[in-house]
């Protein structure tokens, strides 16, 4: 089991490469270019702004607001780009805001405060790899000034510069850290949401979701990916008689039957299997591979261990009925195979007189 950092690391990078989290970076950004070539162009105008040629920064102010206006309208297609392109592309556009700081007065330009919304955006969006790269990048980018401006120290350029470094430096970590913050409590809402408190095994949510998945690895191919042709197969089982565990021992013993069972089950299981709790005393497996005698095995094998727990005072020790159903030979979708597995596994109760039964340990 991956430890809390490094399910923090997954779930960031996840998040970060889903289609519909570029899209939305794609129109953040866009928002932010555009609201810098308004500001830019407005201040052009504005008593005792600097800048250079007035149509010089009216045509960069211009394609800055194009490049935003593509960006927001989704005619440039971020959520087509890795999230590592889209890293580049922010290394690369960095400096036409290192222009624009040029193009406005350098030392005294009225769009370098601007550059905070690039670092926030960075240090938000973008994963530890990248933030602090781009974060010293853009800060490279706010001291240029100092080379080019002969009146840079003039106009006490370097004492606010110094001042921007550690408030970037500032920023970054905090936002960096406010992320991770974000994306653990995600990950505990994410768990609460799909695990069941009981025996700590995948809810019902969690077994549809992993059998959809599943399902459409192998009917529908993803990007440049084919088909998943490996099989797949679905157990369904319950406890036989649970029912009357409950009326003749109470819900606590109930409960503590449940949980003893699930450890069993769990005993016999692949790493790359999933066992679900779909309801009161039925559980679902999930077995990627498994073909037909291997998942008739691993039924017979679940059924034995559930069985042979040790005795553990007057706790009764329940049998339990398996039915399976394999993809593709015994359905192709969801409603079927669930509808195959629990016909066989009903198939196997009434074929065994003996189960409905449980049995008290001692």
Known sequence: MLSLPEQIKDARAAFAEAPDERARMGRISGVLWIAAAAIGIVDLFLPGSRHASTPLVLVVGALIFLYGLASVTGWIPWERASINRLAVGMVVTIPVAGLTIYLTGGSLSY????????????????????????????????????????????????????????????????????????????????????RDPLTGVGNRRHFDATMKRELERRTRPFGRRGLDTSPLALLILDLDDFKGVNDRHGHQVGDAVLQAATERVLSVLRSTDILARIGGDEFAIIAPGAHGEGAERMAESVCDAVAAGEPDGDLPRPSTSVGWAVFPDDGQDFETLMRSADDRMLRRKRADPRRGLLRSAG
Request: proline share 7%; aromatic share 14%; net charge positive.
């Open 111 to 194: 769009v370098e405060p601007l550059l905070v919304c690039s670092l926030l955006y960075a240090a938000f969006f973008f994963p530890p790899r990248w933030a602090w790269p781009l974060a010293i990048e853009l800060i490279l980018v706010a001291g240029a000034p100092l080379i080019y401006d002969a009146e840079a120290i003039h106009n006490a350029f370097l004492p606010r510069y110094l001042g921007l470094a550690g408030g970037f430096l500032a920023a970054t970590w905090v936002m960096v850290g406010l992320k991770r913050r974000l994306v653990a409590a995600e990950l505990r809402q994410r768990e609460f949401a799909n």
